[in-house]
């Protein structure tokens, strides 16, 4: 009877108050946005030009701005590879034949991040760079050219990957 008691103060705990009402209206938000995928990429758009204007007017967090275009690049190419790995399927001894059962049928591009996730990520990612801009202990001095070369190296040699394996779906 005790143990009982003690669990239900846990649950009332004072942040789960708080937390459990948040958490509500933000996955309600979510759920009435998503049909709307135009305004979603539009209100991100909004988001990361807010990002930019200010990483502008302060001239500085490159580091901030590095780590979000390392995020963003490991999320669109999530976004652009498939779940089933075709490279993985290139190595198997077996001859492709056609499909001969249901099970074998075409199967449409299912991709390893969805739209949405991919949306959603990004929304976080730079709503907590912009909060991270207002953080003066995160404005470490770098020489900001060699990060610039250092993502374009890495966009060209993950491209180039999805290339390879030919898994670019704008085409």
Known sequence: MKLDQTSDESSNTLLSKVCRPITVIHQ?????????????????????AIYVLRIASIQGFHIVSYTLAIYL?????????????????DYSDEIPTLPRTVGEEFRPFIPRLLESKFWLST???????????????LDIPVFWP????YFIMLFAIMMKKQIKVC?????
């Open 73 to 89: 690049l490991s999320l669109f190419i999530s976004f652009i590879s498939p779940k089933v790995d075709p490279a993985a399927a």
């Open 123 to 137: 929304v976080r990612a730079v709503s907590i760079s912009i909060f991270c801009t207002y953080l003066p202990f």
């Open 146 to 149: 060699i990060l610039v070369m």
């Open 167 to 171: 898994l670019i779906i704008f085409s």
């Open 28 to 48: 309600t938000i979510i759920d009435k946005l998503y049909p709307y995928r135009i305004t979603r990429w539009l209100f991100a758009l909004l988001l990361f």
